[in-house]
């Protein structure tokens, strides 16, 4: 199989810019004195900048060249393995996001499982995705099985669904034009 993020590490962050932090922030609702999992976060390129505002920051991602780009911006604690099996006890951070990769993940019902594990009671999970409801969404999934990419892309509604399931507390918001954010809470 293609390493595509081995091979697009090192200008990773060239082509895609990080986000504004303050829609994290509120989405993951920072700062809090707690530990803070980005699960597929490659670079760091949007956790890094919540780094000041939780105790801790964890990146698992399992190219191993992504986590060296974070690494080298010193951004804290690189894990790497696979979400569907996350080397942490349950119930082990307060907040734990998803930023445009769990279309990317082998197994996204055992990779959101893993991350409910993860969260303690009272965290907060936030899963950003393109909104597969949108036609340049469709279009992007296109490119990536062209681009012989694992992609699998999920509506919204399908993610709420698993997360729901699992016994979070979900609601779903988008930014109207092609990410989603599907917002749960563990209690």
Same mark, same amino acid.
């Given at each position: 199989?293609?390493?595509?993020?081995?091979? %697009?590490?090192?200008?990773?962050?060239?082509?895609?810019?990080?986000?504004?932090?303050?829609?994290?922030? !509120?989405?993951?609702?920072?700062?809090?004195?707690?530990?803070?999992?980005?699960?597929?976060?490659?670079?760091?390129?949007?956790?890094?900048?919540?780094?000041?505002?939780?105790?801790?920051?964890? &990146?698992?991602?399992?190219?191993?060249?992504?986590?060296?780009?974070?690494?080298?911006?010193?951004?804290?604690?690189?894990?790497?393995?696979?979400? !569907?099996?996350?080397?942490?006890?349950?119930?082990?951070?307060?907040?734990?996001?998803?930023?445009?990769?769990?279309?990317?993940?082998?197994?996204?019902?055992?990779?959101?499982?893993?991350?409910?594990?993860?969260?303690?009671?009272?965290?907060? %999970?936030?899963?950003?995705?393109?909104?597969?409801?949108?036609?340049?969404?469709?279009?992007?999934?296109?490119?990536?099985?062209?681009?012989?990419?694992?992609?699998?892309?999920?509506?919204?509604?399908?993610?709420?669904?698993?997360?729901?399931?699992?016994?979070?507390?979900?609601?779903?918001?988008?930014?109207?034009?092609?990410?989603?954010? &599907?917002?749960?809470?563990?209690?």
């Amino acid at each position: 199989m293609l390493d595509h993020f081995g091979f %697009l590490a090192p200008f990773y962050e060239r082509f895609i810019p990080p986000p504004d932090p303050a829609v994290w922030k !509120e989405l993951l609702d920072l700062p809090i004195d707690g530990r803070l999992l980005d699960a597929g976060g490659g670079t760091g390129r949007v956790s890094g900048q919540l780094q000041p505002f939780v105790s801790q920051l964890v &990146i698992s991602d399992e190219s191993v060249k992504m986590l060296a780009q974070a690494q080298e911006k010193a951004v804290c604690c690189p894990v790497n393995g696979h979400v !569907e099996t996350q080397p942490f006890a349950d119930n082990s951070f307060d907040r734990v996001m998803v930023v445009d990769a769990l279309h990317h993940f082998a197994n996204q019902r055992d990779a959101v499982a893993d991350l409910a594990r993860v969260l303690k009671p009272g965290g907060r %999970l936030v899963i950003e995705e393109p909104d597969l409801n949108k036609f340049s969404v469709k279009l992007v999934a296109i490119a990536e099985k062209v681009a012989l990419m694992r992609s699998h892309f999920l509506y919204p509604a399908q993610i709420e669904a698993i997360l729901t399931e699992l016994g979070l507390s979900t609601r779903v918001e988008g930014d109207g034009r092609f990410s989603a954010w &599907i917002i749960a809470e563990k209690y």
